[in-house]
């Protein structure tokens, strides 16, 4: 293990995931910080309407980034000193993100003049959007790929910084938690202004192309889709349990989740760092797959097991400090998420760090598809009677399902990282041909 570890620090792996960290902190890390101030100003019926705005908010951000974050890393991870193509990519992927953004203009239309819900909270509604624009338009995953991720720490931590105090300083009233979506909006836009300067001193900024924008629409469709079944169980939960049970629940389902992003921010850049190390990895002679898989098996599950544990005990602890008074339903739905760490760690480490990286993308969407659909269907029968524990119940297993559904398929084609018989230095086409 110590020998794994040493090689990856030679490849920058450290620095780049000490970098993935900052922007992680950043981005999750800060909010959570406000979240004892927020949460008591709000009380848990407004906090209820501000994560639902914010999940719908994050939908439509996933629509926009339409799996770029995966899809367009690795494009720029395996163009290792190409600068043309990776200028080419990055114009393509604007055009995309353009095309898919007018494309959103008319279903966003429909909803403002359909339903009476949105048009009630306007503040909330506008404010969702700005946000999910400017977190849509995020340029880290370019520079990820590129190993360049340092480059842009500094301007998330500044900016997401920023937007803190700006909440601190102005939200006063329980109708305002709109202000926390748009100064976090500002903060995505500084971020996105910043590193196209940065992208700007090493590659040419090419004009976005119609051609080039359905050419990556088309090329990054799985991730697409990877990214859009994710989204049943990971980021639009509060949005879901809002349309079975009153605000009130929404606020205790939330309340929990936020803390256990929290936790689960963690290992998110140890995850990010491993996925483009192999995918710059994954076509070069000298790459060894197994033990790098091995080594995001063992890491991601181990930080993830001891989180759950920290979580399970430290519950009522954490719902009293962040949360508050009002909010003691949340301490058992927090503790049925102790299970996340260690599940999400384990399914990113096969599913992600593994099957991605070895050209698996149907596969794993197909995995990935069954776990959303699981998830409405739990949701749909059980939050009408458990409320938010309902709908906590629903999320575990459906993580749980993606563990079983990957390392199911990987065992069956003899593919997991634990099979010492297949090649060492095996590249993915190796793998795709071997199906």
């Not at 993100?97 to 909330?124: S, V």
């Amino acid at each position: 293990m110590i020998t794994r570890w040493q090689r990856l620090r030679r490849s920058n792996g450290l620095r780049e995931t000490a970098a993935l960290y900052a922007v992680h902190g950043a981005t999750y890390f800060l909010p959570l910080l406000v979240i004892p101030f927020v949460a008591r100003v709000l009380g848990p019926e407004q906090w209820g309407w501000l994560s639902m705005f914010q999940s719908f908010a994050l939908y439509a951000s996933m629509l926009i980034e339409y799996g770029f974050g995966l899809s367009g890393t690795r494009d720029v991870a395996r163009l290792h000193g190409d600068a043309d193509g990776r200028a080419r990519v990055l114009a393509d992927v604007t055009a995309a993100k353009l095309i898919l953004l007018a494309g959103l203009t008319i279903p966003i239309g429909a909803l403002w003049f359909l339903a009476p819900l949105f048009q009630e909270h306007g503040r909330l509604f506008a404010a969702a959007l700005f946000f999910a624009v400017a977190q849509g338009a995020s340029l880290v995953w370019f520079l990820q790929g590129a190993g360049q991720a340092a480059r842009i720490a500094k301007a998330e931590v500044v900016s997401r910084s920023v937007a803190t105090g700006l909440v601190f300083l102005c939200l006063r009233e329980p109708d305002q938690g709109w202000m926390l979506l748009f100064f976090n909006g500002l903060a995505a836009t500084a971020s996105v202004v910043i590193g196209l300067v940065q992208i700007r001193r090493e590659t040419a900024l090419l004009a976005p192309t119609w051609a080039g924008g359905m050419r990556a629409l088309r090329m990054g469709l799985s991730m697409f889709f990877f990214r859009s079944a994710v989204s049943l169980y990971t980021l639009g939960n509060a949005f879901v349990l809002g349309l079975f049970v009153a605000p009130h629940f929404v606020g205790f389902y939330s309340g929990a989740e936020r803390i256990a992003k929290g936790f689960l921010g963690l290992m998110q850049p140890l995850a990010q760092s491993l996925y483009a190390q192999l995918n710059r990895r994954g076509s070069g002679p000298e790459m060894d797959s197994q033990r790098l898989g091995r080594l995001s098996m063992a890491l991601l599950t181990g930080v993830g097991a001891v989180l759950g544990v920290v979580i399970w005990v430290g519950a009522p602890l954490f719902v009293s400090l962040l949360l508050g008074p009002g909010f003691e339903a949340s301490i058992p739905a927090l503790r049925i998420f102790a299970l996340l760490p260690w599940l999400v760690g384990m399914a990113t480490a096969l599913g992600m760090n593994w099957m991605l990286p070895l050209g698996l993308d149907r596969q794993f969407n197909f995995v990935i598809a069954g776990a959303g659909l699981l998830n409405l269907a739990l949701a749909a029968l059980l939050a009408p009677g458990l409320q938010h524990i309902g709908m906590c119940i629903a999320v575990a297993a459906s993580e749980g399902f993606v563990v079983i559904g990957c390392f199911t398929y990987l065992r069956l084609r003899r593919l997991d990282p634990f099979i010492r018989t297949q090649a060492r230095t095996a590249t993915p086409e190796s793998f795709e041909s071997a199906l």
